[in-house]
C-alpha cells in the first residue's frame, strides 16, 4: 500500500508585474541586477477584492475537469492567508467547491515548508485507510501584507494558489519524509500585528530595514540575511539526512525541487550539496516566491518535461517562516 | 588570500562598477543594497568558512572593519 501524487494544477493572481512596473515606483533601484540575481521578472497579485480562497476554487475547479471532486475525502489547506481568523478555510472551500459532507478538512498554517508537510500528511491519511483522496491545497497572498514601500519583499513575493491530488497506490510513491522546526528565528520571517497578541495597530509607525524598505508592524516583515544564513546552514545538511533516510546518493536522484525562494540562495545551496545544474530545479522568473505553491509549481512544470515511461526519483524540500523545514523523496512517473 | 584580492574578488561577485577599497565605506556606495548583503555572505561563507551575521554586517563601516570581522589571520 501506498499514495501517490497524480495530478496537480494551480493559478497566479490576476495582476501581472514586471520589473519595468515596479522600476517606475522605485526608479532608483537597479531591477537588471535584481531579475540576473534573483531569478524573478515578473509576478502576479490579486485584486484587492479577490483572496486565496479564491486562487484556491479557481485551481481546484481547473483539476475538477479531468478528477471526478466526488471522490476527494480529505482537504488539506495550507495557507498563512486564511478567508478568515475562524472558521478554518478549507470548510468554506468544501462548500464552494461543492465537495462531499462526509470528508474531513482543516486549514494548516505553514509557508514554504507547507507544501512538503502536506504530502506527508496526505501520505499518513492514505496509509492509515483514514482517506483514498486527498485534496492538498496551498493558496498565498502575501502581496496583502506587504507595505506599498516595501520594494524588496513586493519584488520576490507573489500571489498564487495549488491543488495536489493524493491518492491511494499499489506502490509507495511517497517516499520517507523528514521535518526541522526551531522557533527561536520566529521573528526573522513575522507579521507581528493582527493576531490574539498584538491587535492591527490603526495609525502604525513605518519601520524601515535594508536599503530604504519601509514596514509597519502590521506588515509582514522578513530579515533576508538571516533566513538566508538559516537556509544556507540547515538545508544542505538537512538534504544529506533525507537522502540517507531514502538509502539514495545524490546521483540516484533526477531532480531537486526545492522551494523556489530565490535564485541565488538556490545556486549557493545547489553548489554546497554539489548537484549539477540540469538536476537542480531553478525557476522563479515567471511568479516568483509564492510560498507554499512554488513546489507545487515547480513539480509540475518540471513534469510537463518526462516522457511517459520515465520514473522520476525527486527530492522536495520546503524552508521558511517559522522557522520550519520539511522534505522527502517522492516518484513521479507521468505529466502532472 | 591577500586583502586586495579579497577586494577584487568580492567586486566581481558583487557585479559592482565601483572599485573597492579598504578605506571606503560600505554603505555609501550607491550599488550597495540588500542583494549584496546577501552575495557578501555567500561570499564570505564560501571563501572563509565564516559566517556573517545582517546585525554584523549593519555595524561595519569601511572594508577594512570587513575584513577585521572576517579575521585579520585569514589574510596574508
Not at chain 1, 189 to 203: A, Q, T
Not at chain 1, 241 to 247: F, G, K, P, Q, R
Not at chain 1, 267 to 280: L, Q, S
Request: with cysteine; hydrophobic share 40%; proline share 2%.
Amino acid at each position: 500500500m501506498g499514495a501517490k501524487i497524480t495530478e496537480i494544477e494551480y493559478v497566479f493572481g490576476r495582476n501581472k508585474i514586471s520589473n519595468e512596473d515596479l522600476k517606475k515606483e522605485f526608479p532608483n533601484y537597479d531591477f537588471v541586477n535584481f531579475e540576473n540575481k534573483v531569478g524573478i521578472r515578473f509576478r502576479y497579485n490579486v485584486d484587492s477584492n479577490q483572496t486565496g480562497l479564491d486562487l484556491a476554487i479557481e485551481a481546484c475547479n481547473k483539476l475538477f475537469l479531468r478528477v471526478d471532486k466526488n471522490n476527494i475525502d480529505y482537504i488539506l489547506y495550507c495557507t498563512q492567508s486564511p478567508e478568515y481568523l475562524l472558521p478554518t478555510t478549507a470548510c468554506i472551500l468544501q462548500n464552494r467547491l461543492g465537495l462531499r459532507k462526509n470528508i474531513g478538512a482543516f486549514d494548516f498554517n505553514l509557508g514554504c515548508s507547507g507544501y512538503t508537510y502536506g504530502l506527508s500528511l496526505a501520505k499518513s491519511l492514505i496509509n492509515s485507510t483514514q482517506a483514498k483522496n486527498v485534496l492538498l491545497v496551498t493558496a498565498e497572498t502575501y502581496s496583502k501584507y506587504l507595505h506599498p514601500s516595501d520594494r524588496s519583499n513586493r519584488a520576490i513575493f507573489g500571489d498564487a494558489a495549488s491543488c495536489t491530488l493524493i491518492t491511494s497506490h499499489n506502490v509507495e510513491y511517497l517516499h520517507e519524509f523528514s521535518f526541522g522546526t526551531d522557533g527561536a528565528g520566529y521573528d526573522k520571517l513575522i507579521i507581528k500585528n493582527g493576531g490574539s497578541k498584538n491587535m492591527c495597530h490603526p495609525d502604525p509607525v513605518e519601520l524601515q530595514y535594508g536599503t530604504d524598505n519601509i514596514y509597519t508592524d502590521n506588515h509582514l516583515y522578513m530579515n533576508g540575511p538571516e533566513v538566508f544564513n538559516f537556509t544556507s546552514q540547515v538545508i544542505p545538511g538537512f538534504t544529506k539526512d533525507i537522502l540517507a533516510l531514502n538509502a539514495a546518493n545524490v546521483a540516484d536522484v533526477d531532480q531537486f525541487i526545492f522551494h523556489q525562494a530565490n535564485a541565488f540562495m538556490l545556486n549557493f545551496m545547489r553548489k554546497r550539496i554539489k548537484v549539477d545544474e540540469k538536476r537542480f530545479y531553478v525557476d522563479l522568473m515567471d511568479g516568483g516566491n509564492t510560498v507554499s505553491c512554488t513546489i507545487p509549481i515547480a513539480l509540475k512544470n518540471y513534469s510537463q518535461n518526462i516522457s511517459l515511461t520515465q520514473i522520476q526519483k525527486i527530492v522536495l524540500v520546503g524552508f521558511g517562516v517559522g522557522l520550519s523545514w520539511c522534505g522527502g523523496m517522492v516518484t513521479i512517473d507521468k505529466k502532472l | 588570500m591577500k586583502k586586495e584580492e579579497f577586494l577584487i574578488s568580492l567586486r566581481e561577485e558583487l557585479e559592482f562598477d565601483t572599485v573597492l577599497t579598504q578605506e571606503r565605506i560600505i554603505k555609501e556606495i550607491e550599488e550597495w543594497d540588500s542583494m549584496s548583503v546577501m552575495i557578501l555572505i555567500a561570499f564570505v561563507s564560501d571563501n572563509f568558512n565564516v559566517t556573517l551575521t545582517g546585525e554584523e554586517i549593519k555595524k561595519m563601516t569601511t572594508f577594512q572593519s570587513l575584513i577585521e570581522k572576517i579575521g585579520l589571520e585569514k589574510f596574508n
